[in-house]
């Protein structure tokens, strides 16, 4: 693995920033009210509460081990042969990973917008640009994340801005009265999707980011931002489209832009929103690769990971055609296999580093 790549805290903020709405904006609204139904928003809330105590535990991993990442943890911790399997599996859930999210831009694209096209063209189509990233460098995919981020960020505004005249609170009313299981569950779901698999950063950071003052302050904040977002898109979606519209459809918040008609002179802006949208999927998807090829890598004791590249590339685009055989098993494997399987590598893994860290320090003292 080549160990001379470098990132600024910007530009992990960034990637933070990206990696948590990625999907998310897209995919959280129509779960979180088919589930939560008017109180949507409120599970989002819940979800910035929990995912904010779990970015700290997360920084203190961190800080425990400033010059490691997942790999050099699972040797370090677990010895050879367990920590090699640790890592593989860590592997798998990073690929796996990739794929559902190859698959969900591949599915949108020819469902919303190029009806004609065939799937597999457009996963090959994204993948390639997600692999030709990664074999540059994490230095370039971060740089591109500040050359977009800009204009993510401005789009985002402009759908939210322009959707608050036709919000009608009816739609989301009674307030708080869903049941807190049903609240609770959504909130779940979120951190699933938006939170549990920041633990791929982990091959990032904080090994490979330079000026680590005031961490938990700017990496929090950065979070938040995020989940603000989601709950944004969430609220918006229910109280514009209404909760029953918006969990029937598979992408609300693409429907919710193609009802703006900004002041009756700029009409069809849900493609180049759409635009947005697409950004923040490929900036997940790359890191969810980064992480895939870079621990492979140091797994096989490579001296670079460029060569895993194209062959994992491949395997990705194969893989994101038999992860999901419809949307409608889509729909229910993430809000039931995925949650799980999320939290075990966004939950229970870290909880084991810790106890292992604990059991360590216990040894060392006797």
């Not at 979070?223 to 969430?234: S, V």
């Not at 209404?242 to 193609?258: E, I, N, R």
């Not at 849900?270 to 923040?280: D, H, M, Q, R």
């Not at 895939?292 to 004791?301: E, F, M, P």
């Amino acid at each position: 693995m080549n160990g001379k790549e470098e990132i600024n805290m910007r530009q992990f903020l960034l990637f933070l920033f990206l990696f948590v709405i990625g999907t998310s904006i897209l995919l959280s609204p129509s779960t979180l009210a088919y589930v939560a139904k008017e109180s949507a928003w409120l599970s989002v809330v819940g979800a910035i509460i929990i995912g904010s105590v779990f970015i700290l535990f997360f920084l203190l991993i961190s800080i425990w081990y400033p010059e490691q990442n997942i790999v050099d943890l699972n040797r370090l911790l677990f010895g050879k042969w367990v920590g090699t399997v640790f890592s593989l599996l860590f592997i798998l859930f990073a690929l796996v990973s990739a794929a559902t999210v190859l698959w969900t831009i591949g599915n949108f694209m020819i469902t919303q917008m190029l009806h004609e096209t065939p799937q597999p063209f457009t996963h090959m189509l994204f993948m390639f640009v997600v692999i030709y990233g990664v074999y540059l460098g994490i230095e370039t995919i971060a740089r591109v994340s500040e050359l977009f981020f800009p204009y993510v960020a401005l789009l985002l505004l402009v759908i939210f801005l322009f959707s608050i005249p036709s919000i009608d609170l009816n739609y989301i009313k009674p307030f708080f009265n869903t049941g807190t299981q049903e609240i609770a569950k959504s909130a779940w779901f979120d951190l699933s999707v938006s939170t549990f698999p920041l633990v791929v950063l982990f091959m990032v950071y904080p090994k490979l980011v330079q000026d680590k003052k005031k961490v938990a302050r700017k990496v929090t904040l950065a979070y938040i931002l995020g989940m603000l977002t989601i709950l944004a898109a969430t609220f918006i979606t229910t109280s514009v489209l209404g909760v029953a519209y918006t969990s029937h459809h598979l992408y609300p918040t693409y429907v919710l832009a193609k009802t703006l008609n900004i002041e009756g002179l700029i009409q069809r802006v849900e493609v180049i929103i759409a635009v947005s949208w697409i950004l923040t999927i490929f900036f997940k998807l790359s890191l969810y690769f980064y992480a895939a090829v870079t621990a492979l890598s140091q797994v096989l004791k490579m001296k670079s990971y460029r060569s895993l590249t194209f062959p994992l590339g491949v395997f990705v685009i194969a893989l994101s055609l038999i992860v999901y055989p419809s949307s409608i098993y889509a729909t229910e494997w993430n809000q039931t296999t995925w949650i799980y399987y999320s939290a075990t590598f966004g939950v229970l893994y870290p909880l084991l580093i810790a106890i292992a860290t604990f059991i360590r320090k216990m040894l060392k003292r006797y």
